[in-house]
């Protein structure tokens, strides 16, 4: 990809398409949503950020919406009879998490309309995930929006599974729609039983042009049909693991959007999941040193 390719000089423009919600942590609650977490990290890193989800009527979906206005993206919730999505946060001892969702809320119902439409046209990059699919409603709204996408522009699947809120279908609908995937060492088994695909095949066959795959502890390696960058992880004083990968993702994706080597971009990310993981929860805000070469 050919350096400024996708935001011709200007603010990258990025939009999330999915679930937000309160994770809730023992001891508080913080707003979060795998897209929602991606799309913040990606105004951090000086792209102009929207986030299309929605809410209930209800005090929880007034204060998520005020939260995260409050962080600079622009969130597009349309509020609806259902209630507003929680998730349940319980963390193991090494810091990772364990995730239970509720059941028939907001995100659940995502709408479709001509705003969206709109935004989808107007993005350079176009983030979604599969939890918000678990819902027809939702997977029908994402879809279409991505049908409506501009020339040039460039789609990111963050399979991101849980629980059991996925099928064989939805998974191969969503890579045949991506140019860019993102999943963790845990998912790559389970995607290559479940498509009956290698791990080596994964991008001829969807025809996609590069993968993260995050792997813990260990690193990350980024792949494409030409190369592999595999790198261990930034050294950090870990609180948790929460939307680590998502502020990795981010990292990645706007500066390797922006021109920035593979190999580069994927410290840049590292250093910034490393961050995260040394504080609680994934909405972390970054200090200036791992935001500025970015916006350069």
């Known amino acids: ?38 799309i913040f990290h990606t105004a951090q890193m000086g792209a102009q950020a929207t986030a299309y989800s929605a809410v209930g009527d209800d005090d929880l979906g007034r204060e998520i919406t005020q939260a995260v206005q409050d962080c600079g993206i622009h969130l ?10 929680v998730v ?39 983030a979604f995930g599969s939890l918000a699919q678990r819902s027809e409603v939702s997977r029908k709204t994402i879809h279409h929006a991505l ?8 789609v990111l699947f963050d399979i991101n599974l849980r629980q059991n809120f996925y099928s064989a279908e939805v998974i191969h609908q969503s890579l045949n729609a991506c140019d860019f995937l993102k999943l963790n060492e845990e998912e790559l088994p389970i995607i290559c039983d479940l498509l009956k695909v290698g791990k080596e095949e994964i991008l001829s066959t969807f025809n996609i042009q590069l993968m993260i795959l995050t792997l813990g502890s260990r690193g990350s390696s980024i792949i494409t049909d030409k190369e592999t960058s595999s790198m261990p992880a930034s050294p950090c004083k870990l609180v948790d693991t929460v939307g680590a990968g998502d502020s990795f993702t981010a990292c990645f994706m706007i500066h390797y959007l922006n021109g920035m080597p593979i190999e580069q971009a ?20 970054l200090p200036e040193e791992l935001r500025a070469t970015a916006c350069s």
């Open 1 to 38: 990809m050919s350096s400024k390719q996708a935001n011709k000089g200007g603010p990258i423009k990025t939009l999330s398409i999915g679930e937000i919600l309160w994770d809730i942590f023992p001891d508080k609650k913080v707003w979060g949503g795998a897209p929602a977490n991606f």
């Open 88 to 126: 349940d946060i319980t963390l193991n001892d090494d810091g990772s998490a364990n995730y239970a969702f509720n059941s028939n809320c907001a995100w659940d119902y995502i709408p479709q309309s001509a705003e969206l439409l709109e935004l989808s046209s107007e993005a350079d990059l176009i």
């Open 76 to 85: 597009k919730a349309p509020i609806l009879k259902y209630p507003t999505g």
């Open 266 to 285: 994927q410290k840049q990310a590292s250093e910034v999941a490393a961050y995260v993981c040394s504080h609680s929860g994934a909405t972390v805000e």
């Open 147 to 154: 049908s409506q996408r501009k020339s040039g522009s460039k």
